[in-house]
């Protein structure tokens, strides 16, 4: 495994949740952290407990936005995509505004970061994406075109890009603020229903997701893969 230290690592979405986490554990390997996201006032807070990290404000549905944040910086050795906003729901009940959005933030969001990126020669290219692409799910069934979509294109980029790396990591269910909206009684009760049936027995934290993306980042052999880290979800 190669090493993070002094390492430039960009985290998109890196203000909270799965992000976070992974700019956390990336500072601890050594790297220089950039963590960016839309929200300012999430940032400065992300910052404040990180500690020695860059800040930028960017919001990858802004196409010129996104160009000039990379044509203003140095290449980078790593970047990563966590930040979506995906609206779910069956497909005859989502609006088709709602499913356009979804796309639009998370496919077409890392579309646009992937094309405007500069990376060093043997940097790499994280997505996030999710085990719905394998293990669809009837109230779901966009979230798993749009996670099956990313991996695809990330397995195609590893060729584009070459020999930068491209890979993704996939997700089952992640105990993250995304869930905080939810009444904590009912989250709970979600929570432990979905673990018991997993082989894992238990539901994700952020800090898994964040080991799989650092695994990516350090292995020189990795590009094209996607990595499940789902709990046996998909097997489940």
Do not use: C
Request: proline share 4%.
């Amino acid at each position: 495994m190669t090493s993070l230290t002094n390492q430039r690592v960009l985290v998109i979405g890196g203000s909270s949740g799965i992000g976070y986490e992974v700019a956390r554990q990336a500072l601890e390997a050594g790297a220089k952290v950039t963590i960016a996201s839309r929200s300012e006032q999430k940032l400065a807070e992300a910052a404040s407990s990180l500690g020695d990290v860059e800040t930028a404000v960017l919001d990858t549905g802004d196409e010129s936005a996104v160009d000039s944040f990379f044509a203003r910086k140095d290449a980078w050795d790593h970047v990563v995509i966590s930040a979506a906003q995906t609206p779910s729901g069956p497909v005859r009940k989502l609006s088709l505004d709602d499913a356009r959005r979804a796309m639009e933030s998370k496919f077409w969001g890392a579309y646009r970061v992937a094309k405007a990126a500069r990376f060093t020669e043997r940097g790499s290219l994280t997505f996030i994406s999710g085990f719905l692409s394998e293990r669809p799910s009837g109230s779901s069934v966009l979230q798993g075109a749009i996670n099956a979509a990313l991996e695809s294109l990330g397995r195609g980029l590893a060729l584009e890009l070459s020999p930068v790396r491209v890979n993704a990591v996939s997700p089952g269910l992640i105990d993250t603020p995304l869930w905080a909206k939810m009444e904590e009684t009912s989250r709970s009760a979600m929570f432990e229903r979905v673990a018991a049936g997993l082989p894992a027995k238990t539901i994700g934290q952020p800090s898994d997701i964040a080991n799989a993306v650092l695994f990516l980042m350090t292995t020189p052999f990795a590009t094209g893969s996607t990595v499940r880290v789902d709990g046996g979800g998909v097997i489940g």
